[in-house]
């Protein structure tokens, strides 16, 4: 099993920046892709980010340009640098991983963004 821990989120003005981190502990044969997802009241929850083994990574048109996925391996961490933030990014961040053996997928409890205008 894989567990994920969310830490990084909170409250901020338009403009600033917050970096989010996901760390991963417990018994698995490796992580094939880590993403990072937000939920907003009343909303989906979208994919915003993804980074892959490989170390390929995705972001969804509403971040490209503003958010950076990266990851530590010597920490198991996953991190989301979210710059130039906007009201729009108000929203529950959630990480998600997908491993071996399996596949199977892990999600962590989310940490709450906000984002004053």
């Known amino acids: 099993q894989v567990q994920l821990v969310e830490s990084g989120g909170g409250l901020v003005q338009a403009g600033g920046s917050l970096r989010l981190s996901c760390a991963a502990s417990?018994?698995?044969?490796?992580?094939?892709?880590v993403g990072w997802y937000r939920q907003a009241p009343g909303k989906q929850r979208e994919l915003v980010a993804l980074i892959m083994s490989g170390g390929s990574t995705h972001y969804a048109d509403s971040v490209k340009g503003r958010f950076t996925i990266s990851r530590d391996n010597a920490k198991n961490t996953v991190y989301l640098q979210m710059n130039s933030l906007k009201p729009e990014d108000t929203a529950v961040y959630y990480c998600?991983?997908?491993?071996?053996?399996?596949?199977?997928?892990?999600w962590g409890q989310g940490t709450q963004v906000t984002v004053s205008s």
């Open positions: 417990g018994s698995y044969d490796s992580i094939l892709a």
């Open positions: 998600n991983a997908a491993w071996l053996p399996g596949p199977r997928s892990s």
